[in-house]
């Protein structure tokens, strides 16, 4: 513990300085330089907390983690170079670097925002345990895990009636507005194409009652 306390220690010093002083050398007020170091490893160690969190936590936030954190390392990384470099006078400040130093701050505001967005997705709650009743010989029994019920394979007649009937629900809800291809889908229970095939048969008969209504 002391050895990687040293070692986290010097290399977040070390970090600092150099993407500071190239912050410095890219036009970056002194009193405003070391705002670059602190955006960049904070959101190396906030994606990386995310991406290796023992906690449950969505997939999709758990990738774009994963691909920030080794982003925001390799980023520190470049910068730490680039501003040793121009410290070596084998670089030269050109206007290509001023930008891509003064972009830092902006796209890690986006970054941290979608990342915050996925993190907070609602992910499928879990059973709560029962508690374990008091006394020494009480043991927390363990129960089978019930399987989900498969549901019978309906027929097109069944589907298209059962959308009707989900239609007539919606359009009472929606003063008259007809079913989306979401609703459909959630409501039947239904994948996507199927829903989006149900939706445009509904269309085709509101169409066909439509145009055979008589004229007044």
Known sequence: MAGMAVAAA????????????LAEVAGWP????????????????????????????????????????????????????????????LLTISWPVIVLVGAVPAAVLGLTAHLHALRTLASPERNPVPAAEDG??????????????????????ALIQAAREADTRYRAAHEGRPITRDALRSALRIA?????????????????????????
Do not use: C, Q
């Open 10 to 21: 010097s290399a977040a010093v070390a970090s600092f300085a150099g993407l500071r002083g």
């Open 192 to 216: 996507g194409p199927k829903a989006t095939e149900l939706r445009r048969r509904l269309a085709a008969e509101t169409t066909e009652r439509e145009e055979t209504r008589p004229t007044p």
């Open 30 to 89: 002194d009193r405003l330089a070391w705002l670059l170091p602190i955006t960049i490893d904070a959101y190396a160690m906030t994606s990386a907390r995310v991406w290796l969190a023992g906690t449950p936590a969505v997939d999709r936030a758990r990738s774009f983690a994963r691909a920030n954190a080794i982003g925001a390392i390799v980023t520190s990384i470049v910068g730490n170079a680039g501003y040793h470099l121009a410290a070596s006078g």
């Open 136 to 157: 020494p010989k009480a043991r927390p029994e363990s129960r089978p895990r019930s399987r989900p019920r498969r549901m019978k394979p309906r027929t097109e007649d």
